[in-house]
Nanobody, 123 residues
């Protein structure tokens, strides 16, 4: 059974950093497209950063370019999202998701989701 579990969220001050982790089980993460998404209440879920396939160059939403970095550790079957210079507008529930490769980084392309984890950027 394919499962994704996020960890690492919480409260951080503006300008701070945080790393989210997404541990995958039941499948080999490197064989799939994998991405991070976020959602605030009342707004649509949006793509933050994704690997579309094994070895692909990641893509990023314009709002996070230069601040966020997606990476994966194949030995740990885990994907990470390093978030630097966080802003209050980055506050959201963050989700990781996976599906067969070669997907666009939009929520509708992904069928397997973690439960999400809250990130709050506030002083």
């Amino acid at each position: 059974q394919l499962q994704l579990v996020e960890s690492g969220g919480g409260l951080v001050q503006p300008g701070g950093s945080m790393r989210l982790s997404c541990a995958a089980s039941g499948f080999t993460l490197n064989d799939y497209g994998i991405g991070w998404f976020r959602q605030v209440p009342g707004k649509a879920r949006e793509g933050v950063s994704c690997f579309s396939s094994r070895g692909s160059i990641p893509n990023y939403a314009d709002s996070v370019k230069g601040r966020f970095t997606i990476s994966r550790d194949n030995a740990k079957n885990t994907v990470y999202l390093q978030m630097n210079n966080l802003k209050p507008e980055d506050s959201a529930k963050y989700y990781c998701a996976a599906d067969l490769p070669f997907r666009f980084c939009v929520p509708g392309e992904y069928r397997s989701w973690g439960q999400g984890i809250q990130v709050t950027v506030s002083s």
